[in-house]
């Protein structure tokens, strides 16, 4: 059983240049929300060669050495990760060796707080050819190559979920959830599906309307909702599932009118200058400035 997730970080997550590969934060949020066959959460650390102190050693060269490793970490953004970094965050001047060293990960779970997990219960994730087999063939980890095992962080999440828990549907709805974003369509439930790895989802889109003689109600968001079919191993299956569920003219234009119903009953908040007694919904401002209609109630007061 998986309990830990073990991160490289150069020319892993970040590149040679110290810029964050392409879905890495997407992927850290989604395995962030895993939990473990036996109910609780993953895990999950960071582990670094960065640079050895040099003799002598002492409990303040280390620390320096740690803080200009977080001073990199603070600039790629990925530190709210890896938070707290002192119990998250191991460098091997922490052990005194270098990965592979079994050493080394057994600190990292020291400083994680996880003393009791065994080696055979993580997974390293590096780009490291030699590290990946040496884990896995000396200290019988699990580990995934990163431009190996798969070269895009939007896979990560599907392969890792298939690790931790096979059979776990929790986990199969947060990969899916995520995935169904990238096409814009946000998940309101899912069920189980036929096996594990897959669910019936129920969704919404979002699409833009204008209502005809209310100005204020230019270019509204307005939900409309979507089912189907996902599995979390088939990446087509979300987009086939995305192209399929694209609102049709007629039901935008339905969705239109019943908005339009509702502002002329007076049943919409947050309108300039209009009082909404008891309005079933409410217009509200999201973080990219988009104006979306959002139910608040079912009946009006």
Same mark, same amino acid.
């Given at each position: 059983?998986? +309990?830990?997730?073990i991160?490289d970080?150069?020319?892993?997550? #970040?590149?040679?240049?110290?810029?964050?590969?392409?879905?890495?934060?997407e992927?850290?949020?989604v395995i =962030? $929300? *895993?939990?473990?066959?036996s109910?609780?959460?993953?895990? =999950?650390?960071?582990v670094?060669? *960065?640079?050895m102190? =040099?003799?002598?050693?002492?409990?303040?060269?280390?620390a320096?050495?740690f803080?200009?490793?977080?001073?990199?970490?603070?600039?790629?953004g990925?530190?709210? *990760?890896f938070?707290?970094?002192?119990?998250?965050?191991t460098?091997?001047?922490?052990? $005194?060796?270098?990965?592979? &060293?079994?050493?080394?990960?057994?600190?990292a779970?020291?400083?994680?707080g996880?003393?009791?997990?065994?080696?055979?219960e993580?997974?390293? #994730?590096?780009?490291n050819?030699?590290?990946v087999?040496?884990a896995?063939?000396?200290?019988?980890?699990? &580990?995934l190559? *990163?431009?190996?095992?798969? @070269? @895009?962080?939007?896979?990560?999440?599907?392969? !890792?979920?298939?690790?931790?828990t096979?059979?776990?549907f929790?986990?199969?709805?947060?990969?899916?959830?995520?995935?169904?974003?990238?096409?814009?369509?946000?998940l309101?439930?899912?069920?189980?599906?036929?096996?594990a790895d897959s669910?019936?989802?129920?969704?919404?889109?979002?699409?833009a309307? =204008? #209502?005809? $003689?209310?100005e204020?109600?230019?270019?509204?968001?307005?939900? !409309?909702s979507?089912?189907g079919?996902v599995?979390?191993r088939?990446?087509? @299956?979300?987009k086939?599932?995305?192209?399929?569920?694209?609102?049709?003219?007629?039901?935008?234009?339905e969705?239109?009118s019943?908005?339009?119903?509702?502002?002329t009953?007076?049943?919409? &908040? $947050?309108?300039?200058?209009?009082?909404? +007694?008891? &309005?079933?919904?409410? !217009?509200?401002t999201?973080?990219k400035?988009?104006?979306?209609?959002?139910r608040?109630?079912?009946s009006?007061?």
């Open positions: 059983m998986l +309990r830990v997730v991160f970080l150069g020319q892993t997550l #970040i590149d040679g240049a110290n810029q964050v590969f392409p879905h890495v934060r992927a850290l949020t =962030s $929300g *895993f939990i473990t066959r109910g609780t959460p993953l895990r =999950s650390c960071l670094s060669d *960065f640079t102190v =040099s003799p002598p050693v002492t409990a303040a060269r280390v320096a050495l803080n200009q490793y977080l001073t990199i970490l603070d600039g790629t990925l530190r709210p *990760f938070e707290p970094v002192k119990k998250r965050v460098l091997s001047t922490h052990a $005194g060796v270098r990965k592979p &060293a079994r050493q080394i990960f057994e600190k779970l020291q400083r994680l996880a003393s009791t997990v065994r080696l055979e993580c997974l390293l #994730i590096t780009e050819a030699i590290h087999q040496k896995r063939t000396q200290l019988h980890m699990q &580990a190559q *990163f431009q190996a095992d798969f @070269d @895009d962080w939007a896979e990560a999440p599907t392969l !890792i979920a298939q690790l931790v096979p059979h776990q929790t986990n199969t709805v947060a990969v899916i959830k995520a995935r169904l974003a990238e096409h814009g369509v946000d309101v439930s899912a069920e189980p599906g036929e096996d669910a019936r989802v129920h969704g919404q889109v979002w699409r309307v =204008s #209502i005809p $003689g209310f204020d109600l230019k270019d509204l968001q307005i939900a !409309i979507v089912e079919n599995s979390r088939k990446k087509n @299956d979300v086939k599932m995305a192209k399929l569920v694209q609102p049709s003219d007629e039901q935008v234009a969705a239109a019943f908005v339009k119903s509702l502002a009953h007076g049943q919409i &908040a $947050g309108r300039p200058g209009k009082r909404a +007694r008891g &309005a079933t919904h409410q !217009i509200e999201d973080e400035g988009n104006r979306k209609l959002v608040k109630r079912f009006a007061i």
